[in-house]
């Protein structure tokens, strides 16, 4: 009975904790409702006001651009009818071909190599091959296909003695052709076709000739003597007039007559001047070029003459080289070629107050001025 009583017991306690559970959800869920329905205050609406302004300055709109339209021209191109064309001249028609065009050395582009050549050539013409060779070497290094530069080569081998060496230089300078090697080209052939000449073969292509001797009797300060020394030489000499200017030299010793013997020229005292009369000097006219010498003895006082002896002009050696080598020598008068062991011949003098027909007495170095 009285576990009935303890069961019932607990059956109403937990029907009164339910009861309350329901009761506080029941409360709830009626305050979520009561909070909903709570009204939103309205929203407040202004009505819109009015504000007059007024105008003080005008603005110009810029005027709106119109759009052109250019219509491009059309070319047609017209048919234009071509002239004929001139008949040719028949072809039987002699064209005269064109010749004796003379090329001319090729110019050197680089500065510093011209001056390198300029003094081989110089050293090789005084005899000093060694020096010359190191001159081409330095333009060899800056230019080493320059048609001078291995011009030159060939001839310093070739005043040395050393021919294969030179023909290769030669053969080089062939293989540049006349654009590049100029007049070159022709001298290296001929000296392929016809071989390397020594200097001593020049002996038989150019010859000294009978001096002529002319006194100037106008000359009141002294004696004065201009002699015309011609230079002949062969044709066909294969050489241009700047190779020949370098290569041949003629040297004038003048001798005076002192107290009965010959004693060369006092440098000191007197003057000698040479001028060639026609340069070019490359004896395509003729085949001779003529040198000129002015001889000057200025007179002395009596005292001077007593102590020193009295100078008066009495002849000259003429000597001509080509490539340093000595190919001809000639001495006036006969006497003094026997001194000096040279072909000898007496002096031409001009007839006395004659005055040869190219003297021109305002520069007796130069051919007289034309009429």
């Known amino acids: 009975m009285s576990e009935r009583l303890h069961t019932l017991g607990t059956f109403h306690a937990s029907c009164w904790v339910l009861g309350l559970v329901a009761f506080v959800e029941l409360a709830a869920v009626g305050m979520a409702l009561g909070l909903q329905r709570t009204e939103v205050p309205a929203a407040v609406v202004t009505e819109p006001q009015i504000v007059e302004k007024v105008v003080t300055r005008y603005r110009t ?20 009818a071509i002239a004929p064309l001139p008949e040719g001249p028949p072809l039987d028609y002699d064209f005269e071909p064109i010749t004796n065009i003379k090329l001319g050395v090729p110019p050197i582009a680089n500065p510093v190599v011209e001056k390198y050549v300029e003094e081989s050539r110089s050293l090789r013409i005084a005899g000093d091959t060694m020096r010359a060779t190191l001159k081409l070497d330095a333009a060899a290094q800056l230019a080493p296909q320059d048609a001078n530069v291995l011009y030159q080569f060939a001839e310093v081998y070739s005043s040395m003695g050393i021919y294969d060496k030179a023909a290769d230089y030669y053969q080089r300078v062939f293989e540049l052709g006349t654009v590049k090697a100029g007049s070159l080209y022709e001298m290296a052939a001929l000296k392929l076709r016809d071989g390397i000449a020594e200097p001593e073969d020049m002996a038989t292509k150019f010859a000294l000739g009978r001096v002529r001797v002319y006194e100037d009797t106008r000359w009141q300060e002294g004696e004065r003597v201009i002699l015309t020394i011609p230079v002949s030489a062969a044709p066909d000499l294969g050489l241009d007039a700047g190779e020949l200017d370098r290569a041949l030299q003629v040297q004038v010793y003048l001798y005076d007559d002192l107290d009965g013997k010959p004693v060369l020229w006092n440098s000191a005292t007197s003057s000698m001047d040479t001028q060639w009369v026609t340069p070019p000097v490359d004896w395509e006219d003729g085949g001779e070029e003529l040198l000129r010498v002015i001889y000057e003895i200025p007179s002395q006082s009596d005292g001077t003459n007593h102590l020193l002896g009295q100078r008066r002009y009495f ?19 006969r006497r003094l070629a026997q001194e000096v062991k040279a072909r000898g011949e007496e002096i031409y003098f001009y007839p006395e107050n004659y005055v040869p027909d190219d003297f021109n007495y305002e520069n007796p170095l130069l051919p007289p001025l034309p009429e």
Request: no cysteine.
């Open 315 to 333: 002849g000259q050696v003429v000597e001509l080289f080509y490539e340093s080598a000595l190919i001809d020598r000639l001495a006036s008068p």
């Open 61 to 80: 709109l810029p005027a709106e651009k119109e759009t052109v339209v250019v219509e491009k021209p059309i070319y047609i191109e017209k048919e234009v």
